[in-house]
């Protein structure tokens, strides 16, 4: 799941409309439009100083097996050498290409920002386990994921069927869209210019040139 450009057209109502059969995850697209105020704000997840000479923005899925290799082998060695140095800002942005995805999205942003990255190596780590089943089981395996990052089951039900942080990540996700093309994921910007994925030697050697075109 996750990584075919084609379902990209895949949109607002079809990650929020209940399948067939019993599913208590998110309420009907009807629902997430009976806000009276505006849309509730999408955080920008970071990591890194504020001030790196360098941006790294990562587009990914929580389906996607090859976005889960790299956060598991390049990742950690990405943020031990350029992030914790202070050389690298790095963006992590979701990408949604099926609603397992958007769900996982919404588990791992209810931690918060000091602990989302923290459950995103969670969901990452489980992905096998939890893609599988029906649509109410893959829910109730993500929450799973977010009882044992310490949340509660009280907050995890709020998460997952707020329709209106629903809608509103599906708004900010096809936004990031229109300004950067997404063919599949993981997809990297560096300093502005798209990549795809690729080991760890060859991201090292990219982010060199652009620390020393400084």
Not at 72 to 101: C, H, W
Not at 149 to 178: K, P, S, V, Y
Request: hydrophobic share 40%.
């Amino acid at each position: 799941m996750g990584a075919g450009a084609g379902a990209v057209a895949v949109g607002a109502y079809a990650l929020l409309r209940p399948g067939q059969g019993p599913m208590p995850l998110l309420p009907q697209p009807a629902h997430a439009q009976e806000a009276a105020t505006g849309a509730p704000e999408v955080i920008e997840m970071v990591i890194g100083s504020p001030d790196a000479p360098v941006e790294v923005i990562e587009y990914a899925s929580f389906t996607c097996p090859h976005c889960r290799t790299f956060h598991q082998n390049t990742m950690p060695r990405l943020k031990a050498e350029y992030v914790d140095s202070g050389q690298v800002r790095f963006i992590y942005r979701e990408v949604y290409f099926d609603r397992p995805g958007l769900w996982a999205s919404m588990v791992a942003r209810c931690a918060g920002p000091m602990r989302y990255f923290g459950v995103v190596d969670l969901i990452y780590e489980r992905q096998s386990e939890w893609v599988q089943g029906s649509p109410a089981q893959i829910a109730e395996n993500l929450r799973r994921i977010g009882r044992t990052a310490g949340m509660t089951n009280e907050q995890l039900d709020a998460c997952m069927t707020d329709a209106e942080m629903a809608q509103a990540l599906i708004t900010w996700e096809q936004a990031n869209r229109e300004v950067h093309d997404i063919p599949g994921t993981p997809h990297f910007v560096i300093d502005g210019t798209m990549h795809s994925n690729m080991s760890f030697e060859e991201f090292s050697g990219l982010i060199d040139a652009a620390l020393a075109a400084q």
